[in-house]
């Protein structure tokens, strides 16, 4: 398993079990799914391929980090996954030959 997939597999573990993690533990989940992200759509522009971009989505998420005590246990699980799957597809994006 590639550390990218075990990222998602975590991300998806996390937000199946939510309400086990601490506030910290939330945020630096959130943060780290944000900074891969970032990360391989770099890499999907410094090898020269399209790159999606997700920028609501990616300043909802940076939001809920930012404000992680004042979010629900269901907001920040969905925002996990959908880190799971955006994380996901970029990783796919940059296994095609360009």
Do not use: C, W
């Given at each position: 398993m590639t550390l990218t997939t075990q990222m998602i597999s975590d991300f998806v573990?996390?937000?199946?079990?939510?309400?086990?993690?601490?506030?910290?533990?939330?945020?630096?989940?959130?943060?780290?799914?944000?900074?891969?992200?970032?990360a391989l759509r770099g890499l999907l522009l410094k090898t020269g391929k399209p790159a999606p971009s997700d920028e609501p989505t990616g300043r909802v998420i940076e939001d809920i980090a930012q404000h992680i005590e004042e979010m629900s246990d269901e907001t920040v699980a969905k925002a996990l996954l959908a880190l799971a799957s955006q994380i996901r597809t970029l990783r796919i994006l940059n296994q095609e030959r360009a």
């Amino acid at each position: 398993m590639t550390l990218t997939t075990q990222m998602i597999s975590d991300f998806v573990r996390a937000a199946n079990t939510v309400q086990a993690l601490t506030l910290a533990e939330r945020k630096r989940l959130l943060e780290r799914g944000m900074t891969t992200s970032g990360a391989l759509r770099g890499l999907l522009l410094k090898t020269g391929k399209p790159a999606p971009s997700d920028e609501p989505t990616g300043r909802v998420i940076e939001d809920i980090a930012q404000h992680i005590e004042e979010m629900s246990d269901e907001t920040v699980a969905k925002a996990l996954l959908a880190l799971a799957s955006q994380i996901r597809t970029l990783r796919i994006l940059n296994q095609e030959r360009a």
